[in-house]
T-cell receptor, first 113, second 115 residues
Framework: KQEVTQIPAALSVPEGENLVLNCSFT??????LQWFRQDPGKGLTSLLL?????REQTSGRLNASLDKSSGRSTLYIAASQPGDSATYLC????????????FGAGTRLFVKA | EPEVTQTPSHQVTQMGQEVILRCVPI?????FYWYRQILGQKVEFLVS????????KSEIFDDQFSVERPDGSNFTLKIRSTKLEDSAMYFC?????????????FGPGTRLTVL
């Protein structure tokens, strides 16, 4: 049974700092891994998707890496801004049979101005 | 930019009543999903749907739940006899396998409150 863990659960940093959010998963037989952002009371916004065959993806100040063999992914946020304050969710999708996606509990990020 | 839409944004119902949550996925997407998020907890997978049938479902998705694509645009989640513990945010998502490796796009959610 796939389990997804995110560390840390919460993080508070000053504006401008570079930071790393961690995600680990127990079953390496994944189809893809997706990072989302969730603002309080809102839906999920897709940030980056990494295919199972890829090692990393970049979008603007965000870089996500994937090490499938060790069951780990990291989300790197460069030069953090107060607008980055949100909960960041890691989600792993299994592709054998149909698609089933398991989410981590998220990292709640607060960037202080 | 195309987006997933959900109605209503908030649904209040009495325990034991049936509710139908509605979603309009992105028009050229082929896979559809329902998730729920109980307040303060993880987003939980309920079901995925492809080619007019359930593709995968979780242990949560029992006989109380059903999904349907009644026409070419809507995707619905029916909860037959609501319980207090069904109170949650319900998210619909859609994806198009084969493009950007099945990136899922989420709707804004329906907040279901069972009294």
């Amino acid at each position: 049974k796939q389990e997804v863990t995110q560390i840390p659960a919460a993080l508070s940093v000053p504006e401008g700092e570079n930071l790393v959010l961690n995600c680990s998963f127990t079953d390496s037989a994944i189809y893809n891994l997706q990072w989302f952002r969730q603002d309080p009371g809102k839906g999920l916004t897709s940030l980056l998707l990494i295919q199972s065959s890829q090692r990393e993806q970049t979008s603007g100040r965000l870089n996500a890496s994937l090490d499938k063999s060790s069951g780990r992914s990291t989300l790197y946020i460069a030069a953090s801004q107060p607008g980055d304050s949100a909960t960041y969710l890691c989600a792993v999708t299994r592709g054998t049979g149909g698609f089933k996606t398991i989410f981590g509990a998220g990292t709640r990020l607060f960037v202080k101005a | 930019e195309p987006e997933v839409t959900q109605t209503p944004s908030h649904q209040v119902t009495q325990m034991g009543q049936e509710v139908i949550l509605r979603c309009v996925p992105i028009s050229n997407h082929l896979y559809f999903y329902w998730y729920r998020q109980i307040l303060g907890q993880k987003v939980e997978f309920l079901v995925s749907f492809y080619n007019n049938e359930i593709s995968e479902k979780s242990e949560i998705f029992d006989d109380q739940f059903s999904v349907e694509r009644p026409d070419g645009s809507n995707f619905t989640l029916k909860i037959r006899s609501t319980k207090l513990e069904d109170s949650a945010m319900y998210f619909c998502a859609s994806s198009k396998p084969g493009t950007v490796n099945n990136e899922q796009f989420f709707g804004p959610g329906t907040r279901l409150t069972v009294l």
